[in-house]
């Protein structure tokens, strides 16, 4: 019937044609052809399938719309003239009819609305509306009130979106009968969500200083490195800490530290001890300084951000808590080849500029004003400049330096980096191996050692860092037989090791590590100063006891070789360096109990809420000859300051 046919002279002419609908489910519709000729004409309705509809005789058709179909009549009279109407659409939509009048007539009923959406430019977006019209509805799509060219569908589609693409969006839906509109929607166009930021590996490198050869000694560096090592572990860092470096071992831990860094690499360097500034440059003293002391004797701040700025880090974060106070301006400061715009540097600097930074020693703890509260917001999901921020914000509010230390932030941040990001290890597996490689070297801790004595005690020797140069071994009996009593352990090192933290005043914060660290050793042996270390480290394990048959005490003794544990491996030192000989230095003890005693010098330092500067103590202003040494900073005269009431 659609194929070609002869040339006919048709005389039917169809004054109306069927109209397409759009209808629920199982909805009753007419569909009805108007046709004029001479004689009688009849009529036959067809399927789209070209099958002839049962009883689809007469000029109206009524059907129970189940799925949409389209259908066509064809009129004939009775001279073999026959024409066809236009082929109409029966569309049957199974969506929610609950709200379509029981006596509807065929205006544009809205089954569904548009919804909002937001989406990213550049993605495809669809609204869709539907309704239920007799005929078919007309769609007109409107984008803040005027009309969209070609948008005649019950769908909008959009592909590519751009931010012109936003807005408000409703449709006209209209037959002969009636116009309705939809409700008004938005669609938001957002940029692209950018991935988690994330970095190749985290390093921190975190150095205090506070048994100086000519300068005051400090207190709060033991907890403030101990303390924020834990935290930066906490948030996935590999750290190293490191207590009472000198100039040389300082740079040769630096260096050590920028080989760990490398592209993508999230890297931070903290220092605690003594410190100034001069001529925009900020200086770190080491352990060994002279008095008075010159740029050379100690490190620059800037020369160590510009190296990990040459490894291409994916941010760069350098903590001092030190003094910045000025000194001689005339001297020659030094050369640093002028950074790159890179981005993504910190500077988180305990004082302002020509300012002191303070520590406090409240009731038995020492802690830096500035890490104390560092301390308290590292842990947060923040920019790293925002959690400066907060440092900043509760350093000003502490009474204790109101009016004379000030935290100041410098930073080239591009990204919103945080310390907590995640470490990404895909595409990296070789370069995150090295790196490995190389921090496990400083922080390795000796094997755990079961020890059987002759008389048939057992000794465990076991290991602890309280800092990548600092490691502590316990001695504990685990077992003795019924014939000995009144045993005993001591532990001594070969060589000497000193204790730095033995002399007076000294030693409080680090037994309190001890104390939280083990689970009641016999006997505890502190070995310090282990970048020092150009040997292997021999432990002497004796024991003591008393027979119980002959009551004769008894001394049996086994050695331990432990190698040249933790930092000791990284040998910091060179080939011309030798070991500071310092008068009153101590050896390294055994310390079966913990002392608590306290000198008359650290009773009267740790008076509650004392605090004191971090400047370096120079000579009294005599004529000398140096041209770059530091102006005199008395130190002597210590404040203190307690809490207003």
Same mark, same amino acid.
């Given at each position: ?50 099958? #002839? ?64 959406? @937001? ?288 935290? #100041? ?78 045993? @005993? ?132 202003? @005599? ?23």
């Amino acid at each position: 019937m659609t194929g070609s046919c002869p040339i006919m002279i048709t005389e039917i002419v169809i004054v109306r044609h069927p109209v397409s609908v759009c209808v629920p489910v199982n909805h009753r519709v007419t569909l009805r052809v108007r046709a004029e000729g001479k004689g009688i004409l009849s009529y036959q309705w067809f399927s789209e399938d070209e099958k #002839e509809v049962p009883a689809g005789t007469q000029s109206d058709l009524t059907i129970r719309a189940s799925k949409t179909h389209r259908y066509v009549c064809r009129v004939n009279d009775h001279f073999h003239n026959y024409v066809f109407s236009e082929w109409v659409k029966v569309k049957v939509l199974d969506i929610d009819k609950s709200g379509l009048p029981v006596d509807w007539q065929g205006e544009p009923h809205i089954a569904i609305n548009p919804k909002p959406e @937001t989406v990213q430019v550049g993605t495809k977006v669809s609204l869709r509306c539907a309704a239920f019209g007799i005929p078919t509805p007309h769609y007109q799509w409107y984008r803040n009130g005027q009309p969209l060219l070609d948008k005649t569908s019950d769908i909008l589609q959009i592909d590519g979106t751009t931010a012109e693409h936003g807005g408000s969006y409703l449709c006209s839906i209209s037959n002969v009968l009636e116009e309705r509109w939809t409700e008004p929607v938005d669609i938001n166009i957002v940029q692209p969500e950018q991935p988690p930021l994330t970095a190749t590996d985290k390093v921190a490198l975190l150095i205090g200083n506070l048994n100086y050869s000519c300068h005051p000694g400090l207190m709060a560096p033991v907890m403030d490195v101990h303390e924020l090592g834990n935290l930066l572990q906490q948030l996935g860092f590999r750290v190293v800490s490191l207590l009472d470096l000198t100039r040389q071992e300082m740079m040769a831990a630096i260096d050590k530290f920028i080989q760990l860094l490398d592209r993508g690499v999230y890297g931070l360097f903290y220092y605690a001890g003594h410190g100034y500034e001069h001529a925009g440059r900020n200086y770190l003293v080491a352990v060994d300084a002279p008095q008075p002391y010159q740029t050379k004797n100690c490190v620059c701040v800037q020369r160590v951000m510009s190296q990990m700025q040459e490894r291409q880090t994916a941010m760069s974060v350098i903590l001092l808590d030190t003094c910045r106070k000025w000194y001689n301006q005339g001297c020659i400061p030094s050369v640093i080849k002028a950074l790159r715009p890179n981005g993504n540097t910190v500077y988180g600097y305990a004082t302002c500029e020509d300012a002191e930074a303070y520590e406090v020693q409240d009731g038995g703890k020492s802690t830096g004003i500035f890490t104390k509260y560092l301390n308290k917001h590292i842990l947060q999901e923040a920019k790293v400049t925002h959690v400066l921020e907060r440092v900043s914000e509760d350093v000003g509010k502490d009474p204790l330096v109101t009016g004379k230390q000030a935290v #100041e932030i410098k930073h080239t941040m591009k990204e919103p980096r945080s310390l907590k990001d995640k470490v990404r290890t895909a595409g990296h597996t070789r370069e995150l191996h090295l790196r490995d490689v190389c921090w496990r070297q400083a922080n390795e801790l000796p094997r755990k050692k079961q020890l059987m004595f002759p008389c048939g005690v057992k000794v465990e020797v076991s290991f602890s860092a309280l800092f990548s140069n600092v490691l502590v071994a316990f001695a504990t009996i685990k077992a003795t037989p019924d014939q000995t009593q009144d045993c @005993t352990v001591t532990l001594s090192s070969n060589p000497p090791m000193e204790d730095i933290f033995s002399r007076p005043g000294r030693s409080e914060d680090m037994d309190s590590l001890l104390i939280n660290e083990t689970l009641n050793p016999d006997c505890t042996l502190r070995l310090c100063s282990l970048q020092k270390l150009k040997e292997s480290v021999v432990l002497k394990v004796d024991l003591h006891y008393t027979h119980k048959d002959s009551n004769v005490r008894h001394t049996e003794s086994q050695q331990v070789d432990i190698g040249r544990p933790l930092v000791a491996s990284c040998k910091l030192y060179r080939e011309n360096h030798t070991r500071d000989k310092k008068p009153n230095g101590a050896t390294a003890q055994t310390t079966g109990n913990i002392s608590h005693s306290k000198s008359q010098q650290h009773q009267n330092l740790a008076a509650p809420h004392r605090h004191f500067t971090r400047k370096a103590e120079c000579a009294a202003k @005599t004529p000398t000859t140096w041209s770059n040494e530091p102006e005199e900073n008395d130190e002597n005269e210590l404040l203190d300051f307690r809490p207003s009431e």
